[in-house]
Nanobody
Framework: QVQLVESGGGLVQPGGSLRLSCAAS????????MGWYRQAPRKQRELVAS??????????TYADSVKGRFTISRDNAKNTVYLQMNSLKPEDTAVYYC????????WGQGTQVTVSS
């Protein structure tokens, strides 16, 4: 069973950047589809970005609201997934969750991202 731990969240000014990391342990994630979700106060959790396994082509998908600003990537040698977030906006403020799927869903505990001046 895989455990996922997010890091890299924090407070950043509008227009700034952050890189989130999701470190996996307990199982190799090379065959997992990995994703980042976020949940803002009083809103439903939403998919931000996902990346399939290399065997499935390593394709990526993004929410329309983050296209061109966020980039998801994975380093299977480090068993880690990243979310590079640029040109951050106040509406990106949320708790960001790492997700892994391999016949079932696995979730991290989340990391807070706050975009504010």
């Amino acid at each position: 069973q895989v455990q996922l731990v997010e890091s890299g969240g924090g407070l950043v000014q509008p227009g700034g950047s952050l890189r989130l990391s999701c470190a996996a342990s307990g199982s190799a994630i090379s065959l997992y589809t990995m994703g980042w979700y976020r949940q803002a106060p009083r809103k439903q959790r939403e998919l931000v970005a996902s990346i399939t396994s290399a065997d499935s082509g390593g394709s990526t998908t993004y929410a329309d609201s983050v296209k061109g600003r966020f980039t998801i990537s994975r380093d299977n040698a480090k068993n880690t997934v990243y979310l590079q977030m640029n040109s951050l906006k106040p509406e990106d403020t949320a708790v960001y969750y790492c997700n892994g799927w391999f016949f079932r869903n696995y979730w991290g505990q989340g990391t807070q991202v706050t975009v504010s001046s």
